[in-house]
């Protein structure tokens, strides 16, 4: 027999996921992303899908303020970072891509709208990542059949199961954007206010030092590759002389502070909502970014000493001093 205080965690946990404005936010992110889709896929591009995609973290966070019928301080401070982040690192991105010319993650998908389609509704979850993150893990290996090519999936895509798929990677998707700013969302849906003390200062402290060391490492990055120079080398100077990934090091330490903020004002299983910076940690950590990444490089550089020498020398993640 299940504990009645967990039922009675649950039920809360319910309600507040299906307040009306987290409802609200969560059908204004699907329908942008969808929209987003329908422009990609009619010009055949990608270029600004991770522009979207920072412009609708935006967009929910003053939706949500306006939405909770309420204005504090805390309230105020945390939209604005949240649109500090999302102009910041929406503008490099694009700036990056208009560069680049094309996105890698698009190089098989962007001529096929339906494929195109999964991957424009996986960002709208993004946004929303407090949900079924069960969804993602269920789904990918049928993604993973669909992307290489896999004759029965291909006949499947054909006779029209592709939209089951759709609809289910749509809910993960949505449920990805949605679990990120989870926190944010609900502190903008709160009417009490509490007055601001020790965990917000603290928890904007640590945002503007994931703040400054995602920008920082990102524009050495950039720097380092525009480099003629530097064509076909690593970069290991700088903040990546501390930590092989300190952009992602950057980007847990933001929304982990923003989550350390909101609960100043959380009951009960409100703050179950630690699920977001843990869940942006996993993904990064053992999902989407690094395990990507570092395979690429070891493919690349794996054979040089120095590369080597750099791997055993530069954590992976959390920076340590080198003395």
Same mark, same amino acid.
């Given at each position: 027999?299940?504990?009645?205080?967990? *039922?009675?965690?649950?039920?809360?946990?319910?309600?507040?996921?299906?307040?009306?404005?987290? +409802?609200?936010?969560?059908? &204004? %992110?699907?329908?942008?992303?969808?929209?987003?889709?329908? *422009?990609?896929?009619?010009?055949?591009?990608?270029?600004?899908? %991770?522009?979207?995609?920072?412009?609708?973290?935006?967009?929910?966070?003053?939706?949500?303020?306006?939405?909770?019928?309420?204005?504090?301080?805390?309230?105020?401070?945390? &939209?604005?970072?949240?649109?500090?982040?999302?102009?910041?690192?929406? &503008?490099?991105?694009?700036?990056?891509?208009? =560069?680049?010319?094309?996105?890698?993650?698009?190089?098989?998908?962007?001529?096929?709208?339906?494929?195109?389609?999964?991957?424009?509704?996986?960002?709208?979850?993004?946004?929303?990542?407090?949900?079924?993150?069960?969804?993602?893990?269920?789904?990918?290996?049928?993604?993973?059949? !669909?992307?290489?090519?896999?004759?029965?999936?291909?006949?499947?895509?054909?006779?029209?199961?592709?939209?089951?798929?759709? *609809?289910?990677?749509?809910?993960?998707?949505?449920?990805?954007?949605?679990? &990120?700013? *989870?926190?944010?969302?609900?502190?903008?849906?709160?009417?009490?206010?509490?007055?601001?003390?020790?965990?917000?200062?603290?928890?904007?402290?640590?945002?503007?030092?994931?703040? +400054?060391?995602?920008?920082?490492?990102?524009?050495? =990055?950039?720097?380092? @590759?525009?480099?003629?120079?530097?064509?076909?080398?690593?970069?290991?100077?700088?903040?990546?002389?501390?930590?092989?990934?300190?952009?992602?090091?950057?980007?847990? !330490?933001?929304?982990?502070? !923003?989550?350390?903020?909101?609960?100043?004002?959380?009951?009960?299983?409100?703050?179950?909502?630690?699920?977001?910076?843990?869940?942006?940690?996993?993904?990064?950590?053992?999902?989407?970014?690094?395990?990507? !990444?570092? @395979?690429?490089?070891? @493919?690349?550089?794996?054979?040089?000493?120095?590369?080597?020498?750099?791997?055993?020398?530069? $954590?992976?993640?959390? $920076?340590?001093?080198?003395?």
């Amino acid at each position: 027999m299940i504990d009645p205080h967990i *039922l009675e965690l649950l039920a809360g946990l319910t309600d507040m996921i299906m307040g009306s404005a987290l +409802a609200k936010c969560a059908a &204004t %992110d699907l329908g942008i992303q969808w929209a987003g889709w329908a *422009l990609a896929a009619a010009l055949k591009t990608e270029k600004f899908y %991770d522009l979207a995609g920072s412009g609708t973290f935006i967009l929910l966070a003053h939706l949500s303020r306006m939405w909770g019928g309420a204005s504090h301080t805390r309230q105020k401070v945390q &939209t604005g970072l949240v649109t500090a982040w999302g102009l910041r690192l929406g &503008t490099f991105l694009f700036m990056r891509i208009l =560069k680049d010319g094309h996105d890698r993650r698009f190089n098989n998908v962007r001529d096929s709208p339906g494929t195109f389609f999964v991957y424009w509704t996986v960002q709208g979850t993004w946004k929303h990542r407090t949900r079924l993150p069960l969804v993602t893990i269920v789904l990918d290996p049928l993604n993973t059949q !669909l992307k290489a090519g896999s004759p029965h999936i291909n006949h499947c895509l054909v006779a029209g199961s592709l939209y089951a798929f759709i *609809l289910g990677r749509s809910c993960s998707y949505s449920v990805w954007v949605f679990m &990120t700013l *989870l926190p944010t969302l609900m502190l903008n849906s709160e009417r009490r206010d509490v007055p601001l003390g020790t965990r917000d200062y603290i928890g904007w402290s640590v945002w503007g030092l994931g703040f +400054a060391a995602e920008a920082i490492a990102d524009q050495q =990055k950039w720097l380092f @590759k525009r480099d003629p120079e530097n064509a076909g080398r690593f970069i290991q100077s700088g903040l990546w002389a501390y930590s092989r990934h300190p952009n992602y090091f950057g980007e847990i !330490l933001q929304w982990s502070g !923003l989550w350390l903020s909101a609960s100043s004002v959380m009951e009960g299983p409100q703050y179950l909502s630690v699920v977001s910076p843990l869940f942006v940690w996993f993904l990064l950590r053992y999902v989407s970014g690094i395990p990507i !990444l570092e @395979k690429q490089a070891m @493919k690349k550089w794996g054979s040089e000493p120095a590369f080597q020498e750099y791997i055993k020398n530069t $954590p992976l993640l959390w $920076p340590w001093p080198k003395f």
